[in-house]
């Protein structure tokens, strides 16, 4: 089952930032916090990822709760084509397998 | 450089039937992930490989197999088709314990 809980759906004005929450109260020390996106019918493309510090990349930046509990995923400047749906997702370890375990998502719809 | 190619991008078959999916991974990664995404769904982990070994699998049927080559492209064979199987199916590649996956565009089946 997901580890993660998001809204299901979120708008966001072009030029705007987005920001995209996601609580994941049941996650451990050592998994990491993942953000992909999904446009229409593609395969799902990595944005950013983070065990415990903030990140940043020229993509987007995610900041993680000091309990690790939740994090946000803020596109800085939203465009028409960042119109997508969005998981975060608690990646298992890598002992585990590492696999990726994705929930609903949040379908982000950037407006003109 | 190619990223993960998966063929065919489209295919139907009739229930009861066998399908073989294919999955090339992105150059030099030796690790290849397959998921199945329902319509409206996020994708779900279906198994692993990593060295011509299944690794990890999810809570998948023994109706889904795989197989690893040694230049690390995958097959993902589905037999006794049925009308739930329809859906998109994701291949991804990584290096084994490394951070980021990349993922295909996926093949989509439907099944008649």
């Known amino acids: 089952d997901a580890k993660t809980t998001q809204p299901t759906s979120m708008d966001c004005a072009e030029g705007r930032a987005a920001n995209l929450p996601c609580n994941h109260s049941?996650?451990?020390?050592?998994?990491?916090v993942y953000w992909y996106r999904q446009i229409h019918s593609q395969g799902p493309q990595y944005i950013i990822h983070g065990l415990k510090n903030n990140e940043t990349n020229e993509m987007a930046s995610l900041i993680i709760t000091e309990d690790r509990k939740s994090s946000t995923l803020i596109l800085p400047h939203a465009t028409l084509r960042d119109t997508a749906v969005y998981y975060c997702i608690v990646r298992v370890s890598y002992n585990q397998g590492g696999k990726l375990i994705f929930g609903q998502g949040t379908e982000l719809s950037v407006k003109p | 450089d190619a990223g993960v190619t998966q063929s065919p991008t489209h295919l139907i078959k009739t229930r009861g039937q066998q399908v073989t999916l294919r999955c090339s991974p992105k150059s030099g990664h030796d690790t290849v992930s397959w998921y199945q995404q329902a319509l409206g769904q996020g994708p779900q982990f279906i198994f692993q490989y990593y060295e011509e070994e299944e690794r990890q699998r999810g809570n998948f049927p023994d109706r889904f197999s795989g197989h690893q080559f040694p230049n690390y492209s995958s097959e993902l064979n589905v037999n006794a088709l049925l009308l739930g199987d329809s859906a998109l199916y994701l291949c991804?590649?990584?290096?084994?314990?490394?951070?980021?996956?990349?993922f295909g565009q996926g093949t989509r089946l439907t099944v008649v």
């Open positions: 991804a590649s990584s290096f084994l314990g490394d951070t980021e996956a990349f």
């Open positions: 049941t996650i451990s020390g050592n998994e990491y």
